[in-house]
């Protein structure tokens, strides 16, 4: 079965900063390109951050440049955000993606709200 489970969202003060997980299983996690995407109320879904399967490299949108790097770690089947300098406009739910062929996989999301 495969499942993408994220966690470390929560609410935060302008300026802080939060690490998001992205824990796989029920596939091989090394050979998929990986996304965060967040999605806010009212809003688009706007792909965040990429990062490749094996060389590991990273694209970000620009909202976040500068501020969120995306990693990987394919031994613990483990995708990360850190989030720093974290705005109002950040607040959304953040949901990894798994994505190889015609396999697409998503997690359920977790909330991340940035307010004083």
């Known amino acids: 079965q495969v499942q993408l489970v994220e966690s470390g969202g929560g609410l935060v003060q302008p300026g802080g900063s939060l690490r998001l997980s992205c824990v796989a299983s029920?596939?091989?996690?090394?050979?998929?390109?990986m996304n965060w995407y967040r999605q806010a109320p009212g809003e688009e879904r706007e792909l965040v951050a990429s990062?490749?399967?094996?060389?590991?490299?990273?694209t970000y949108a620009d909202s976040v440049k500068g501020r969120f790097t995306t990693s990987r770690d394919n031994a613990k089947n483990t995708l990360y955000l850190q989030m720093n300098g974290l705005k109002p406009e950040d607040t959304a739910v953040y949901s990894c993606n798994a994505m190889r062929l015609r396999n697409n996989y998503w997690g359920q999301g977790t909330q991340v709200t940035v307010s004083s």
């Open positions: 990062i490749t399967s094996t060389a590991g490299i990273t």
């Open positions: 029920g596939f091989t996690f090394s050979n998929y390109h």
